[in-house]
């Protein structure tokens, strides 16, 4: 995971997920840019654009209920594919931002 700080309150995360195989690994393609409010996280998966926005839980988390997807009509891929992936790398960002 490569996590770099572009402004203050925006990070720019790239997530790879090992998949260990006998003979080698897997790095699937899921970035995302992530931007946090004080009551949500906004995540936009750059190659497709679709925008998911997380709320962010009085306890300092993010929540998948709640959240909303603003899918980009002009994208190669349905945006439900990667809310898993968007919700993670909000997890990861507000994590980033409540360590420093």
Same mark, same amino acid.
């Given at each position: 995971m490569i996590?770099?700080?572009?402004?203050?309150?925006?990070?720019?995360?790239?997530?790879?997920?090992?998949?260990?195989?006998?003979?080698?690994?897997e790095m699937? %393609?899921?970035?995302? $840019? /992530? #931007?946090?409010?004080?009551?949500?996280? +906004?995540?936009?998966?750059?190659?497709?654009?679709?925008?998911?926005?997380?709320?962010?839980?009085?306890?300092?988390?993010?929540?998948?209920?709640?959240?909303?997807? %603003?899918?980009?009509? $002009? /994208? #190669?891929?349905?945006?439900?594919?990667? +809310?898993?992936?968007?919700?993670?790398?909000?997890?990861?960002?507000?994590?980033?931002?409540?360590?420093?």
């Amino acid at each position: 995971m490569i996590v770099s700080c572009v402004t203050q309150m925006t990070l720019t995360i790239s997530c790879f997920y090992l998949k260990l195989s006998a003979s080698r690994q897997e790095m699937p %393609e899921t970035d995302f $840019n /992530a #931007s946090i409010s004080g009551k949500e996280v +906004v995540v936009t998966h750059r190659s497709q654009g679709h925008v998911y926005r997380f709320p962010v839980l009085a306890n300092g988390t993010v929540s998948l209920h709640g959240s909303r997807i %603003e899918p980009n009509p $002009n /994208a #190669s891929r349905e945006a439900g594919r990667f +809310v898993f992936d968007a919700h993670l790398a909000a997890r990861i960002a507000l994590e980033q931002v409540n360590h420093t």
